[in-house]
Structures are given as C-alpha cells and as structure tokens.
C-alpha cells in the first residue's frame, strides 16, 4: 500500500491499497499530471494515476532494473 500524504495537514491517505507491489525501488513524479512513475525489485515499471487510482504496468524485464526514470519537461516523455 502506498500513502499520499498531505503536506499542509500531515494527514494520510491509503492509494492503490490492493496492489502488492514488492520492494519499490524508485517513485518519479510527472511534472504535468497527477502521475508517478514505479519501479520496483522484480524489474517492473508501473504508471499509476493518483487522481483516478488506476495502475497500468509500461513494462518488465527480465535482464535488470529500471534506474532512475524520468521525464521530460513538459510530462509527454519518460525516459527509463
């Protein structure tokens, strides 16, 4: 389970509560959305939607990790 956590209040909110996701190597934020880009130790990367809460996994590889994902300016691109 992931928590979004508001800065002004300090307050939590449980987000993609039924997914398991392993060990999260890595969360990049989209400049021009709501999304976050995941990585994590089985060699996923996932976009998820914090507004929507839908998950939609990019891609997995079988050769190693995602390192360092990011995106481009104006959010059209990510880079992984």
């Avoid at 992931?2 to 209040?9: Q, S």
């Avoid at 709501?34 to 089985?42: A, D, G, P, S």
């Avoid at 104006?74 to 992984?80: A, E, I, N, S, T």
């Amino acid at each position: 389970t992931l928590h979004l956590v508001d800065p002004k209040t300090n307050r939590t909110k449980p987000i993609f509560t039924q997914q398991k996701w392993g060990k999260i190597w890595s969360l990049t934020k989209n400049p021009r959305s709501e999304n976050v880009v995941l990585t994590n130790n089985r060699n996923e990367i996932f976009d998820l939607n914090l507004k929507t809460g839908q998950a939609k996994k990019i891609e997995s590889s079988e050769l190693g990790r995602f390192s360092s994902p990011s995106f481009s300016p104006d959010g059209r691109y990510l880079v992984y």
